[in-house]
């Protein structure tokens, strides 16, 4: 399941996270690279242990974890420290691949097994043509392309491009979360249950049968859930 969250950064913290950006020295991205998508990867990266990336990181940890849809769609465990990428002029593009089963965190030292990917598109869509996402599922392929500050989150599994960008730059932050459900068809099932019962609350309140549809919620969860 592909999913959208709207203004995962308000306007504050994008400028924020573009003014650490605007200063920062890109590095070739294949720096992260498995041998099989270095082949495919042409695009440009922030270090990781760079300075620029520890401080734009905090404030999109921050936003990720007071996000609500965010934490109802992806039901996180591990979030594997989120790092920052430019395409732009020769490196503008990375071709068909899917991403690591599993990835080492070098600031925590943990495994991360990335059940989901995550992109925050970071530039105004105005600004440069192409270098749309395009992920394939059992339904097809999907372009996603969204304004500043707007998040897709998708599962790890899924085999995924970024078209080349031929005006401009694209900058996003990308990122892996390992999730406390692991089978993506159980996750979307809790998440449909979860905004349901949200739609419930908000026009009925909390009747008897919204209080016990909650509990059966906490009761899958609590059932599937791996802390
Ligand atoms: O730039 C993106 O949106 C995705 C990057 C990506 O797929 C990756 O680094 O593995
Ligand atoms: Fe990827």
């Known amino acids: 399941m592909l999913i959208e969250i709207p203004q995962v950064l308000n ?71 989120p790092l920052f990428n430019r395409y732009e002029g020769e490196h503008n593009t990375f071709g068909n691949h899917i991403d690591n089963a599993v990835r080492h965190c070098p600031v925590t030292g943990q495994r991360v097994r990335t059940d989901l990917s995550a992109t925050i598109f970071l530039a105004d869509p105005d600004n440069y043509d192409g270098g749309e996402l395009v992920i394939e599922d059992t339904y097809g392929q999907h372009a996603v392309k969204l304004a500043a500050g707007d998040m897709v989150l998708y599962p790890g599994s899924s085999l995924h491009r970024v078209e080349p960008v031929t005006r401009g730059a694209r900058v996003a932050s990308f990122f892996w979360l390992e999730s406390m459900v692991r089978e993506t068809e159980r996750r979307r099932l809790l998440f449909e249950m979860d905004m349901a019962i949200l739609q419930l609350r908000n026009t009925g309140g909390d009747s008897e049968p919204v209080v016990n549809l909650t509990g059966c919620y906490h009761n899958l969860l609590r059932m599937w859930a791996e802390v």
């Open 11 to 81: 306007a504050d913290e994008l400028s924020r996270v573009r003014g650490i950006l605007a200063d920062a020295a890109w590095a070739d991205g294949r720096i992260t690279a498995g041998s099989q998508s270095a082949q495919v990867k042409n695009n440009w990266q922030l270090p990781e242990q760079s300075s620029q990336s520890a401080a734009a990181r905090v404030i999109l940890l921050e936003a990720l974890n007071r996000n609500a849809l965010f934490l109802s769609a992806a039901l996180p465990k591990r979030i594997f420290p």
